[in-house]
């Protein structure tokens, strides 16, 4: 037996139930299989007993720090994995939502962090309401043409322009967040990768996040007011794949 992903699609929660209650209205699913976070390194059963088709699917999508639902029908399998994690297993017959539905009906208070070179954003959310955000632009020097010592002195007055960045940006995130750290469930961080890794090493703050901070780096170009609008929209994405067995 082969599994073969034939579709692979980010979609907003509206999409998502969109897409199930069609399912619903034009086929029959005859099983619905939640996983929790970390399914693999918690060791969970369900993979074995859930059936083998959903097993080599598990196995082909690997585990992960949201969990996911199945949902099988004849030869398909849908595949979703929410925005935030589920915190247990269950197998049901039929198509079932309710752990999913969960997931977008309790409000969750998130905490924000988007950091680009030359701009950062930082904000709380109670839900998927914004409560208090922070945004800044900072002049970052351009690469320099010249060479030998003119590029050297252009290398050590940006590092230190990055620095003063991530300083910055740790500041004001331990400011928003500190007074609210029992309350908040989890830290999503946004940007280009090499400068958010950059910024997590440095700010030594985020390490109080241990074990909240969510793998899913939140894709945004410009970290001002305009990608805070939308920040809820982004941060509640589910990621949807279908599969097909092909004997």
């Given amino acids: 037996m082969q599994i073969v992903q034939t579709s692979d699609n980010w979609l907003s929660k509206e999409a998502v139930f969109k897409h199930l209650s069609e399912l619903a209205e034009n086929t029959y699913t005859d099983r619905t299989v939640y996983l929790a976070a970390n399914f693999k390194e918690s060791n969970s059963v369900t993979p074995k007993i859930a059936g083998p088709v959903i097993e080599a699917v598990i196995n082909e999508v690997g585990s992960n720090d949201t969990g996911m639902v199945l949902f099988r029908r004849d030869e398909e399998l849908t595949v979703i994995e929410p925005p935030l994690p589920f915190s247990m297993d269950a197998i049901t017959q039929d198509q079932d939502t309710l752990l999913l539905e969960d997931i977008f009906d309790v409000p969750k208070t998130i905490a924000v962090v988007l950091v ?7 904000a709380l959310m109670e839900g998927q309401e914004l409560v ?13 043409k010249a060479g030998g010592s003119s590029q050297r002195r252009f290398e050590r007055s940006r590092e ?3 620095r003063e960045l991530y300083d910055k940006v740790c500041g004001v995130s331990q400011r928003i967040f500190e007074p609210r750290m029992h309350d908040i469930d989890y830290l999503f961080l946004g940007g280009e990768k090499h400068t958010v890794n950059g910024f997590k090493k440095r700010c030594g703050f985020i390490e109080k996040f241990n074990g909240k901070i969510m793998s899913r780096l939140i894709n945004v170009d410009e970290p001002n007011s305009e990608a805070l609008k939308s920040l809820s929209h982004e941060i509640y994405k589910s990621r949807v794949r279908v599969f097909k067995t092909v004997r």
Avoid: C, D, F, P
Avoid at 116 to 122: D, I, P, Q, T
Avoid at 132 to 144: A, F, I, V
């Fill in 160 to 162: 230190r322009l990055i």
């Fill in 132 to 144: 208090e955000t922070k945004t800044e632009g900072r002049q970052m020097k351009n690469r320099h």
């Fill in 116 to 122: 680009r070179l030359g701009r950062y954003a930082v």
